[in-house]
């Protein structure tokens, strides 16, 4: 199984900060690769696709980069909104696995 | 526009069975598969399996197998996850998905949460 080793597991941060979540994978995984925002009870919504394609609709205060093995999220300037968690999903192969989440509160 | 809609949350005792619902609407039900994950209290996401929504072909992650069950009825665009003989870490936030033409979930559920307590 692929295992991803998501970092922090939480941050404090303020608005209009810069904030940088990294996803890695134990083995290559292309692309295959998406970020997702999670609110509590409400449903995940999916921010990045392809490891750096932004899902229409969403602001392009987010960006995704990365290939192979090491990914990043980055949120440029950090809204009163996107306090939340975060979390990456490879669909590179089965099973699919997913990062342990970052929760982003507010400093 | 996409839309998945779970069954409400449900508290059940040990032993018992649970039956959630997952309906879709807003494409073509029979195009997109399903996936099934599972979020304990604090934990992390676990994915627990994808049904095929054409054949109804069901496929289950190691762990999930013998009292998990993925079916359909796509009579009424809907996709259900039965768990039996429940056990207390059966508890948890229950979520379903569907899959891009990339294999990628793109659209969530809002979670079940399934409470097994006696």
């Known amino acids: 199984d692929i295992q991803m080793t998501q970092s922090p597991s939480s941050l404090s941060a303020s608005v209009g900060d810069r904030v940088t979540i990294t996803c890695r994978a134990s083995?290559?995984?292309?692309?295959?690769l998406g970020w997702y925002q999670q609110k509590p009870g409400k449903a995940p919504k999916r921010l990045i696709y392809?490891?750096?394609n932004l899902q229409s609709g969403v602001p392009s205060r987010f960006s995704g980069s990365g290939s192979g093995t090491e990914f990043t999220l980055t949120i440029s300037s950090l809204q009163p909104e996107d306090f939340a968690t975060y979390f990456c999903?490879?669909?590179?192969?089965?099973?699919?696995?997913f990062g342990q989440g970052t929760k982003v509160e507010m400093k | 526009q996409v839309q998945l809609v779970q069954s409400g949350s449900e508290l059940k005792n040990p032993g018992a069975s649970v039956k959630v619902s997952c309906k879709a609407s807003?494409?073509?039900?029979?195009?997109?598969?399903i996936h099934w994950m599972r979020q304990a209290p604090g934990q992390g996401l676990e994915w627990m399996g994808w049904?095929?929504?054409?054949?109804?072909?069901?496929t289950y992650a190691q762990g999930f197998t013998g009292r998990f069950v993925f079916s359909l009825d796509t009579s009424v665009n809907t996709a259900y996850l039965q768990i039996s003989s429940l056990k207390a870490e059966d508890s948890a936030l229950y979520f379903c998905?569907?899959?891009?033409?990339?294999?990628?979930?793109?659209?969530w559920g809002q979670g079940t949460l399934v409470a097994v307590s006696s």
């Open positions: 049904i095929n929504t054409n054949t109804g072909n069901p």
């Open positions: 807003g494409y073509t039900f029979t195009t997109h598969a």
């Open positions: 392809g490891a750096s």
């Open positions: 083995q290559g995984i292309r692309n295959d």
């Open positions: 998905a569907r899959v891009d033409l990339q294999l990628l979930l793109d659209y």
């Open positions: 999903l490879q669909h590179n192969s089965y099973p699919r696995t």
